[in-house]
């Protein structure tokens, strides 16, 4: 087994790492193989596999699935679609100079300083 790349489980499709948390408990249960035998089995760290089994105890099965990350899509705006054209628009169209702002590039804040402008 030396020599193996181990695969970074974060970047395997969902249903694979809900697969992999599943083999873990079968693991521990059916097998009784330690914490750190387990982890090196799936490829992850000893603490990922005690975290999936606190899970697993207080939740049951349904502990072991993915959690849905991040932000739902187009939630959480500060703008509405047409602010955000105009403000695209001025930023594709023209430069912070021309807008006589203090910056000689679009950053952050100078796209907030304008947006309270223009908008």
């Known amino acids: 087994m ?41 490829g992850v760290h000893v603490s990922t ?4 089994s606190k899970r697993y105890s207080m939740e049951g099965s349904v502990g072991l ?16 679609l047409a602010q955000e054209w105009q403000l695209r628009s001025i930023i594709v169209g023209e430069n912070p100079k021309q807008l006589s702002l203090p910056f000689a590039l679009w950053n952050r804040r100078a796209v907030m300083q304008n947006d309270q402008g223009a908008l």
Do not use: C, F
Request: proline letters at 3%; a positive charge; aromatic letters at 4%.
């Open 65 to 80: 699935k993915s959690k849905t990350r991040g932000r739902r899509y187009l939630s959480g705006r500060t703008l509405t």
């Open 49 to 52: 596999v005690i975290g999936w």
């Open 2 to 42: 030396k020599g193996m790349e181990k695969v970074d489980a974060r970047k395997l499709p969902r249903d694979a790492q809900d697969e992999m948390r599943r083999q873990a408990m079968r693991m521990r249960e059916e097998l009784k193989l330690p914490w750190k035998e387990i982890a090196r089995v799936v």
